[in-house]
């Protein structure tokens, strides 16, 4: 995560936006009086919009849960994919 003073992020802002696109993160833009703001880029926030819902049912939420731990403990199973055709 970057910080930038509301001030820099003014006179930087072309590479504000870089730095949050190139990397993949966030920048904090800090005011005096409060209320700081978030700018990320659009990739970022999409993931973060699709990890919120995914997230938002628990029986998906718990699916994915278990899926995870079995990744960890090496309990996958490699297979092909498929392409569909019609026929």
Request: hydrophobic share 40%.
């Amino acid at each position: 995560m970057h910080v930038f003073t509301y001030t820099d992020a003014r006179n930087n802002l072309k590479s504000v936006l870089d730095t949050v696109i190139e990397d993949a993160d966030v920048a904090v833009i800090t005011r005096k009086e409060g209320q700081h703001a978030v700018v990320m880029g659009q990739d970022h926030y999409n993931s973060v919009m699709e990890t919120l819902h995914l997230m938002s049912s628990p029986s998906n939420a718990a699916h994915l849960a278990k899926s995870i731990a079995e990744l960890r403990a090496s309990k996958t199973i490699e297979r092909e994919i498929l392409d569909e055709q019609d026929d």
